[in-house]
């Protein structure tokens, strides 16, 4: 599995989420590669951007941990297995589960 890598959100993402319907093209990385063709929008300020390339920044790594741990985490399938292994599901579902478990019976050496 390859690792996730934490997102840097730069002048082209913060255009494209202020004036989603504009179109325009970069040069570089600054603000003054930017070429505005949009007739109808004015370009975003560069106080606009960097606010806008802050918000977006924030949005992402605060649920950044979310894709780490749910990459991380054993499938929902060997949890719920873990559990009935442990004891801890409610008798009449322990009871449904093993008798799923001996009418599909696990090969042997898997």
């Known amino acids: 599995m390859l690792p996730l890598s934490q ?4 002048i082209p993402d913060a255009l494209t989420a202020l004036r ?4 325009w093209s970069m040069t570089g990385d600054t603000y003054d ?3 505005w063709y949009d007739t109808e929008n004015t370009i975003p ?3 606009e ?4 390339i ?5 949005e992402y790594d605060a649920e950044f941990y979310r894709l780490q741990r749910a990459r991380a985490y054993p499938s929902i399938g060997d ?3 873990a559990l009935f292994h442990a004891g801890v599901f409610p008798p009449e579902m322990a009871a449904e589960i093993q008798a799923i478990k001996d009418q ?7």
């Open 104 to 110: 599909y019976p696990k090969p042997a050496g898997v």
């Open 20 to 23: 989603p319907a504009s179109s």
């Open 49 to 52: 951007i960097t606010d806008e």
């Open 54 to 58: 802050a918000r977006l920044q924030a």
């Open 79 to 81: 949890q719920l297995d």
């Open 33 to 35: 590669g930017i070429t």
């Open 7 to 10: 997102k840097v959100f730069q």
């Open 45 to 47: 300020t560069p106080e």
